[in-house]
Nanobody, 115 residues
Framework: QVQLVESGGGLVQAGGSLRLSCAASGSGFSANAMGWYRQASDKQRELVAAITSGGSINYADSVKGRFTISRDNAKNTVYLQMNSLKPEDTRVYYC?????????WGRGTQVTVSS
């Protein structure tokens, strides 16, 4: 059974930085795509950034130039470095990992940016 463990959320002032991590365990294979989504309580979940096993990366326009996604294939871990955070980045952030035809979600980690 694949499990995702997220860490790194918290409270930060506007302009600050946070780094999210998500470690996938329970699979003997390297993950295909790995990524981060975020959701406000009254909105749909939206893609923040994603990275394939080959290193192709996709960012939401709202985070380009501020967030950086990376992964460690040996550890099946994905990271999201978030710089120049804004109050509108306040969301619950969810890790998303694809192993073959299966998609897994983390439980979410709260990121709160104060003005």
């Amino acid at each position: 059974q694949v499990q995702l463990v997220e860490s790194g959320g918290g409270l930060v002032q506007a302009g600050g930085s946070l780094r999210l991590s998500c470690a996938a365990s329970g699979s003997g294979f390297s993950a295909n795509a790995m990524g981060w989504y975020r959701q406000a309580s009254d909105k749909q979940r939206e893609l923040v950034a994603a990275i394939t096993s080959g290193g192709s990366i996709n960012y939401a326009d709202s985070v380009k130039g501020r967030f950086t996604i990376s992964r460690d294939n040996a550890k099946n871990t994905v990271y999201l470095q978030m710089n120049s955070l804004k109050p509108e980045d306040t969301r619950v952030y969810y890790c998303n990992v694809v192993f073959g035809p299966y998609v897994y979600w983390g439980r979410g980690t709260q990121v709160t940016v104060s003005s």
